[in-house]
């Protein structure tokens, strides 16, 4: 290759990489469903976060009664569609739902934090 191939093929490697690496449409063409790892990280990230709550004393006694395996269901639906991804949420609106549990700013930050 001659000296000046190379220069030629040096600069389209660079104009590549910064195309690939810098250019801004690149990442906000991705919703944030994709930039979370979609629905096989989302089920995970919503599986530990119910292993928390029930291991969590200050808060787990909200849901003593709950079907958990619905729960998770519902929050990767919840999820998934609130962050741009290709499902639909099935369960009541969040007024409804939490109606009536004297919610407490301490558990809903002890909620927080067993995300
Ligand atoms: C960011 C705030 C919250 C979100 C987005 C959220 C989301 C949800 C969703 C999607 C459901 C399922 C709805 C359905 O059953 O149709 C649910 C149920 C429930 N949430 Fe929340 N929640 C939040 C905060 C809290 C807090 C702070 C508590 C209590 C500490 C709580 C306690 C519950 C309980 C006990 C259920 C189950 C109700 C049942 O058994 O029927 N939530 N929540």
Redesign the pocket.
Known sequence: MTFSKKIICAAVAVAAAWTLSSAPSFAADRSLYERLGGQGAIQAVVTKFIGNVGADKR?NG??A???LK??NK??VE?VCAASGGPCTYS??D?KT??KG?K?TTA??N???EDW
């Open positions: 808060i909200y849901f009664t709950t079907d619905k729960l519902l929050l919840q369960g009541r969040m739902t939490h549990m919610v558990a809903f002890a909620l927080v």
